[in-house]
T-cell receptor, first 112, second 117 residues
């Protein structure tokens, strides 16, 4: 059965800090790893990673995948209070169309 | 382009009742997936529909069922509600590429918050 483990479960930082969120996974026939941000509503898509070693970047957020070690990290630099959210990691399998297996998420709180 | 819509947004039911939730995907998206989100279990996959057919199913009892219509809109039904069914039910849609392969990105609706008393 596919499995995603995120760490830490929660994190409290101050504005301006840099944070690294971790996601490790086990999946049969890996297709992609996805990061989502969830505030008090539905998850919104951040990144999709399919290849090892290629960094995806969007503003202060970046992510990278290691398919050999089966993990991904999400970095947020110069954090702002608006970054406070639950960050979800999910994996897709080639064998299971339309099904993403999600981790429990990391709750990030950024204090002013 | 309008996003994924779900109705109703909030629902309160009593144990033993049944409920039907509705999801309208983004125009052109033909794959619809349903998830249950609870504080203790996180986001868990219920099922996925494409072309009016259930392609994948998660580990939920038979009380949970769904269907998809020819316009790609989807409904899920939960019968004989239990207290543990209280959750946020999220629907997500995605494009289907060639050969029925779903695209990588799923777009989530706002969810239906179901409370069972």
């Amino acid at each position: 059965e596919d499995k995603v483990v995120q760490s830490p479960l929660s994190l409290v930082v101050h504005e301006g800090d840099t944070v690294t969120l971790n996601c490790s996974y086990e999946v049969t026939n890996f297709r992609s790893l996805l990061w989502y941000k969830q505030e008090k509503k539905a998850p919104t898509f951040l990144f999709m990673l399919t290849s090892s070693g290629i960094e995806k970047k969007s503003g202060r957020l970046s992510s990278i995948l290691d398919k050999k070690e089966l993990f991904s990290i999400l970095n947020i630099t110069a954090t702002q209070t608006g970054d406070s959210a639950v960050y979800l990691c999910a994996v897709d399998s080639l064998a299971n169309a339309g099904k993403s297996t999600f981790g429990d998420g990391t709750t990030l709180t950024v204090k002013p | 382009k309008a996003g994924v819509t779900q109705t109703p947004r909030y629902l309160i039911k009593t144990r033993g009742q049944q409920v039907t939730l509705s999801c309208s995907p983004i125009s052109g998206h033909r794959s619809v997936s349903w998830y249950q989100q609870t504080p203790g279990q996180g986001l868990q996959f219920l099922f996925e529909y494409f072309s009016e057919t259930q392609r994948n199913k998660g580990n939920f009892p038979g009380r949970f069922s769904g269907r998809q219509f020819s316009n790609s809109r989807s409904e899920m039904n939960v019968s004989t509600l239990e207290l543990g069914d209280s959750a946020l039910y999220l629907c997500a849609s995605s494009l289907v590429l060639g050969l029925g392969v779903s695209s990588y990105e799923q777009y989530f609706g706002p969810g239906t918050r179901l409370t069972v008393t």
